[in-house]
């Protein structure tokens, strides 16, 4: 799936969900070391722990973040996958 950011210094993130486990999460744009570690830390980890762990994440007073709008991506691919 493919996600548009809003509010973040991402752009986009790109990711794959097998099941309900998530792969090859891929930000575009943003502080590319917070990125890949948030994309290596959910690799093969559950849709909805990922979810859980990183919705509200605010970075900088902003109300939202790279790990928050990935928690929204996730939440949108359940709702569009049923």
Do not use: W
Request: glycine share 14%; net charge negative; hydrophobic share 30%.
């Amino acid at each position: 799936m493919d996600y548009k950011t809003q509010g973040t210094c991402s752009r986009e993130i790109h990711f794959e969900v097998d099941g309900n486990t998530i792969h090859n999460v891929r930000f575009t744009g943003g502080c590319m070391g917070n990125t890949q570690g948030v994309a290596r830390l959910i690799e093969g980890m559950d849709i909805n722990d990922a979810i859980s762990r990183m919705e509200g994440i605010d970075c900088g007073g902003k109300g939202t973040s790279c790990p928050d709008q990935l928690a929204k991506a996730l939440k949108k691919y359940l709702k569009e996958s049923v």
